[in-house]
C-alpha cells in the first residue's frame, strides 16, 4: 500500500478539476494545467476531493499510484498558490536582466547568453538574484537547473550560479611555495 496515494487530494474552492478517460485538466486563478495518467491507475472526483487507485496490486502500479497522486496535488498547489526557484549569482562582473521571456545573463564569458523562458515561467531579477515562478513546477525546476548549467558553482571561490538554499563546500587553495 502506498501511504502517500492513499491520501486524498482536497480541491480548493476556487479550482475546478475534470476527468475525461485518462486526461486530467486542473483550472485555477494561475492558470491552467493538464496530465494523462498512466492506465495502471484509476483518478475519480467525488465532491471536492481527487481520489487515486490502482488499478491492481502489482509493483508497478503501487509506484504510479504514488506519482500519479503527487503529480495532481502538485497541479492543484500550482494553479492556487504556485511554484517558485530563487537563484544566487556570485562572481566578478556577474549581472542578469529579464525583459520579458527573456533572460539576459551575463556570467564572465566573452559573451552574454541569452535564455529563453519556457512558456508559463517568469523571472524577476534582483541584485544578485533570479527568482523564478510558475505553476508547472516541473517546468519551473527546469528551467532553474538549466539556468544554473551555464556556470555551476565552483568549490575554491564559490563562484558561479546556486540555488538559494544550496551549500558549497569549498576546497583549500594552494598552501604556498616550495619547501
Known amino acids: 500500500m502506498s501511504r502517500i496515494g492513499k491520501r486524498p487530494v482536497v480541491v480548493p474552492e476556487k479550482v475546478s478539476v475534470t476527468i475525461a478517460d485518462r486526461k486530467i485538466e486542473v483550472k485555477g486563478p494561475n492558470g491552467q494545467l493538464d496530465f494523462t495518467h498512466h492506465q495502471g491507475v484509476n ?4 465532491d471536492k476531493v481527487v481520489l487515486v487507485t490502482p488499478v491492481d496490486s502489482s509493483s508497478k502500479n503501487n509506484a504510479l ?6 503529480l495532481v496535488d502538485n497541479m492543484v498547489i500550482g494553479v492556487t498558490t504556485g511554484f517558485t526557484k530563487t537563484l544566487l549569482f556570485t562572481g566578478v562582473g556577474y549581472k542578469a536582466a529579464a525583459s520579458g521571456d527573456k533572460l539576459t ?3 564572465g564569458f566573452s559573451h552574454p547568453i541569452d535564455y529563453q523562458l519556457p512558456e508559463g515561467i517568469s523571472a524577476k531579477v534582483g541584485k544578485n538574484e533570479i527568482v523564478l515562478s510558475g505553476a ?3 517546468l519551473v525546476g ?3 537547473a538549466k539556468i544554473r548549467s551555464f556556470r555551476p ?4 571561490k564559490g ?3 546556486r540555488y538559494s538554499d544550496e551549500v ?4 583549500a587553495g594552494k598552501t604556498g611555495g616550495k619547501k
Open 159 to 161: 563562484k558561479g550560479v
Open 136 to 138: 508547472n513546477k516541473e
Open 142 to 144: 527546469f528551467a532553474a
Open 65 to 70: 499510484w504514488g506519482l500519479t497522486r503527487t
Open 105 to 107: 545573463l551575463n556570467l
Open 168 to 171: 558549497i563546500i569549498r576546497k
Open 43 to 46: 483518478v475519480e472526483q467525488k
Open 153 to 156: 558553482p565552483e568549490p575554491y
